[in-house]
């Protein structure tokens, strides 16, 4: 027999055995048992907290004919059929992987017939924020007029990214991230019940380390109980787990009090490549802290074990920075914690963060010439952020950056090299664009932008399509910084793939800053000859002035090329 992973073989099939999630499980308990059914649930929270499990048994606990106290007997054939997922009318969607409007308008004429073999068909839709405009346009008006007997549960990670007429009609739950104490207890009860050894300060590790989400401390456990078998050992859990995070928020604490902000910078895009989101990354990097504060008082106040480092390098940290110095951290972490919360720019944010951290001090420094002018840097680098923020604060979609004021990447660079545009590229785009093709793409940006890797998103949140052909495409960004890195990364070819999968075509992306598009497609159109061929018109209307009838003319030609919106020809 293979091998089957300890999150699938343990996965809850009772309401009981779901995790750290007690007033969720009772609520939808009650719900069966006062059959007081709702016919569409949004489970929110982190990964891995019990999401599509409890869905899976909310599915079992509405159609099992045995259910006793709001639980599935897991015994009767619907009930095994459901845990097999070979119900028919028990139906699982994972909608990052179809996001197609067609998927959803499939759902809405199935969802129309009445249940076959169950008393309720059940859809259960994960990861359901990855939907497009379209696909959720869909669903919103299967649920305006839910079909009887249908019962959606839509599931997420990502709740905010849910439009409001959806969430108006669902029932919220959210899970929340599971209490190490909760991990530890249920590892504990499935070694036990298997058998194995284990010593308890592993298990301890491994819980730290799954931050929250069951799936990953019981798929770490596996890796751990391969290298030893039936045995799980401290040392292994160390190296399993230890290594990748900690080691990360280790190396960037000591970037931050040595004032390696650029190489701060890079480390912080490493811990977040790993997916981690920003809130989590100032969460992790205060307790971190703490963790080094309780150890300077004294070693003995810090369970070194649990942390999934070594004492070795507690020894080192706590000689790194003075108390005084990991209080201003933490003081700086709280205020930026409370600025980001309502962002949905929270990578700016994190940046001005590093560059803080690594700017705090617990005393008058003596600097050197050099590291003087490298703070002076630094400290126009906090300035031109902070602007940056001030600005996406008060206009989130207008006003754009300079190429030129760009903050500056590295400290031993003086200047910024310029943004780099193909205006050639960008010109047979616009010789060939059509407003349909905008209209098309800027539908399916968001899910073009769903396909990019991760590391990514953030840096193209700032971005929209401006002009399409059909084989072609000019995207603006908001900000010259970001937009040099997107042009020197490959950013350009994963959104081509991105495209190419959804549209079924290949494009050209180019690039431009969007301080800069209104003057680039100005230029073209005048290139173009748009103020020439009207001239030739002139004397047919002598009640205009020729250059107000000119930009008329651009304005129109503008207007079919791009659309009706912010089209402002500005005079030479
Ligand atoms: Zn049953």
């Given at each position: ?11 809850p ?15 939808l308990?009650?719900?069966i ?28 606990a ?5 259910q006793?106290?709001?639980?599935p ?22 909608a ?7 998927e ?6 199935k ?9 309720y ?5 994960d ?5 497009s ?7 919103l008006k ?8 249908v ?5 997420t ?5 849910i ?8 029932q919220?739950?959210?899970f ?7 991990t530890?207890?249920?590892m504990?009860y ?9 010593e308890?300060?592993?298990l301890w ?10 799936r990953?401390?019981?798929s ?10 039936d ?15 900690k080691q ?13 902000g650029?190489?701060a910078?890079k480390t ?5 490549g ?15 802290i ?17 942390t999934?480092?070594?004492?070795s390098?507690?020894d080192e940290?706590?000689?790194l ?17 409370d ?9 700016v944010y ?6 803080r951290l ?5 005393q008058q ?19 031109e ?8 604060q008060?206009q989130?979609?207008?006003a754009?950056v ?11 660079t ?15 785009i616009l010789d060939?664009a ?8 800027q539908?399916?940006w968001p899910d ?7 590391a990514?998103?953030?840096l193209?949140?700032l971005?929209k ?11 603006s ?8 890195k ?5 950013l350009?070819?994963?959104i081509?793939?991105g495209?190419?999968?959804i ?13 800069k ?9 005048a290139?173009?000859?748009y103020f020439d061929?009207?001239?030739d ?7 205009k ?14 207007q079919k090329?791009?659309g ?9």
């Open positions: 027999m293979s091998y089957q992973a300890l999150y699938r073989v343990w996965r099939q009772r309401f009981a055995d779901v995790v750290g999630q007690e007033v969720i499980t009772q609520t308990k009650n719900a048992i006062t059959n007081q059914i709702s016919h569409a649930y949004l489970f929110a929270g982190p990964r891995g907290t019990g999401k599509t499990s409890a869905a899976k048994i909310f599915a079992k509405v159609n099992c004919h045995h006793k106290d709001g639980e007997c897991n015994e009767c054939e619907t009930c095994k059929a459901i845990t097999a997922g070979t119900l028919n009318d028990v139906i699982e969607i994972d990052a992987s179809n996001n197609g409007v067609e959803i308008r499939d759902i809405r004429d969802a129309k017939y009445a249940p076959t073999q169950a008393d068909k059940v859809y259960i839709i990861e359901v924020h990855m939907l405009t379209g696909a959720f346009n869909a669903l299967t649920l305006e007029e839910p079909p009887a007997n019962i959606f549960i839509l599931a990670t990502e709740p905010h990214k439009p409001l007429t959806i969430l108006s009609r669902v919220r739950f959210d929340h991230r599971i209490s190490a104490q909760d530890f207890e249920r504990k499935i070694l036990d019940q298997k058998g194995f050894q284990y308890e300060k592993a590790v491994i819980a730290n380390a799954a931050e929250g989400g069951m990953d401390a019981l770490i456990l596996d890796q751990v109980l391969s290298f030893s078998d045995n799980v050992k401290l040392d292994d859990a160390l190296l399993v787990t230890g290594s990748v995070t990360l928020l280790l190396t960037y604490f000591k970037q931050v009090v040595q004032h390696q650029p190489e910078l912080m895009g490493q811990i977040l790993q997916g981690k989101d920003g809130q989590r990354f100032i969460e992790d990097l205060i307790s971190f703490r963790d080094i504060l309780l150890y300077q008082e004294s070693p003995e106040l810090l369970s070194v074990e649990t999934g480092l070594q004492t390098d507690f940290l706590s000689q920075a003075s108390a005084q110095l990991m209080y201003q951290m933490i003081d700086i972490l709280n205020q930026i914690q600025e980001m919360r309502f962002t949905t720019h929270p990578d994190l940046e001005v963060l590093t560059i690594s700017q705090a001090t617990d420094p003596q600097v050197d010439q050099a590291s003087q002018k490298e703070m002076d840097q630094l400290r126009g680098q906090v300035q952020l902070q602007q940056l923020i001030q600005k996406l008060s989130p979609a207008a754009p300079s190429a030129k004021k760009t903050p500056r990447r590295q400290a031993d003086s200047k910024t090299p310029p943004v780099r545009i193909n205006l050639e590229q960008v010109y047979q060939h059509t407003k349909q093709d905008l209209v098309d793409l539908d399916m073009i932008l769903n396909m990019l890797n991760p990514y998103r953030s193209i949140e971005s399509p401006v002009a399409a052909s059909p084989d072609g495409v000019v995207v960004f908001d900000n010259g910084f970001l937009l040099q997107a042009s020197v990364g490959n350009a070819d994963d081509n793939q495209m190419e999968k549209t079924g075509s290949e494009r050209h992306v180019t690039f431009v800053p969007s301080a598009w209104p003057q680039i497609r100005h230029d073209f159109l290139d173009r000859g061929h009207h001239q018109k002139k004397v047919a209307d002598p009640i002035q020729p250059q107000e009838k000119a930009h008329e003319q651009i304005v129109s030609q503008a090329m791009f009706t919106d912010d089209v402002e020809i500005k005079d030479d």
